[in-house]
């Protein structure tokens, strides 16, 4: 079955993006709370294969001249089949007016640079939690 992207988050369906986010590992909240941050942000993306979602991602931005990409995360058992670089590649396009920045996970950092993007050198962040960021390799 094709690959079917959306832009549009008013189907979507709350608590699987919170649940997808949970299998992945990464943060994951209450469903109002994912709604809210998609509903906020300059772009999102969700790639379906006919119902079913199997991926999704947002990006902040200005709209002028500078964006970062979050909540990028593909469903564990579709992973390997471009899914996330479909992803990326969609945001990256909405966001070619300016940079593009993002903070990978501990071990994804080749999977941007496979879609172009460089380690920074200089990156700061003041995390909410900073003590388990730590501990999850994101900062030293
Ligand atoms: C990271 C993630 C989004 C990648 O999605 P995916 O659909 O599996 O990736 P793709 O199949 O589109 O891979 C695209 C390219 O990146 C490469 N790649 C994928 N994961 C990689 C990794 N961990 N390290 C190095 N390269 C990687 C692939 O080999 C492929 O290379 P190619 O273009 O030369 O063929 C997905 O694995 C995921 O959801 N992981 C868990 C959540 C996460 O860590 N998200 C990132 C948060 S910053």
């Known amino acids: 079955m094709a690959l079917r992207i959306e832009t549009d988050s008013s189907g979507i369906d709350w608590q699987r993006v919170s649940d ?13 709370l994912h ?10 993306v969700f790639v ?7 991926g ?8 002028a001249y500078q964006a970062a990409l979050y909540d990028i995360a593909v469903r ?10 479909l992803i990326v590649a969609h945001l990256a396009e909405r966001c070619s007016f300016g940079n593009i920045i ?3 996970s501990v071990g994804k950092e080749g999977f941007y640079e496979a879609s172009g993007f460089s380690r920074l050198k200089t990156g700061m962040a003041r995390f909410k939690n900073s003590e388990q960021m730590r501990a999850k390799g994101f900062t030293e």
């Open 20 to 32: 997808i986010l949970r299998e992945v590992g990464m943060a994951h909240y209450a469903p109002e």
């Open 35 to 44: 709604q809210k941050a998609f509903a906020n942000s300059f772009a999102s």
């Open 48 to 54: 379906f294969e006919g119902d079913e979602l199997l």
């Open 56 to 63: 999704f991602g947002r990006a902040l931005s200005d709209g």
């Open 76 to 85: 564990p058992a579709q992973q390997g089949r471009g899914i996330g670089k």
């Open 102 to 104: 993002l903070y990978a």
